[in-house]
């Protein structure tokens, strides 16, 4: 199926209009990749539409918070826990913890045990990527 078709689908199941902005600055990205022959951006293209797919603004606020706050440099040395991010947004822990596990599950973001027994995140390149193609929208 063409990735225009997979964006088609995925936009009538989300219908979040952050994810489907989101969704079309991607699918612009994969465009642009495709006409100058760079397969390997259309894949990526396609990985960053699925995992967006079930995204909601409350995901999209997490996500930019991990990618564009200091500790995103970190890369599996150390990262945000649940209740900082929590804190940071003004959600309940548990609502934050929920996003970043939903996050985690589409390989937006990364995580790995801490020393204290919680879980710390940060962005992948993949997540970075995503932001950075909804916040492409936003200077538009």
Known sequence: MPLYMRVLWAAGMNGHDETLRAMGAVLGEAARASASGESDSVHDADQALMAMSTL??????????????PMRGARGKSGWIAKHVADALGLTEDRAA?????????????????AFGD????????????????ASLDDT
């Open 56 to 69: 909601t603004p409350r995901h999209f606020r997490v996500l930019r918070y991990v990618c564009t706050h």
């Open 98 to 114: 929920w996003c970043l596990s939903d996050l985690l599950g589409t390989g937006l973001i990364g995580s790995r045990n801490g």
């Open 119 to 134: 879980p710390f995140y940060w962005a992948t390149e993949l997540g970075e990527a995503v932001v950075q193609a909804s």
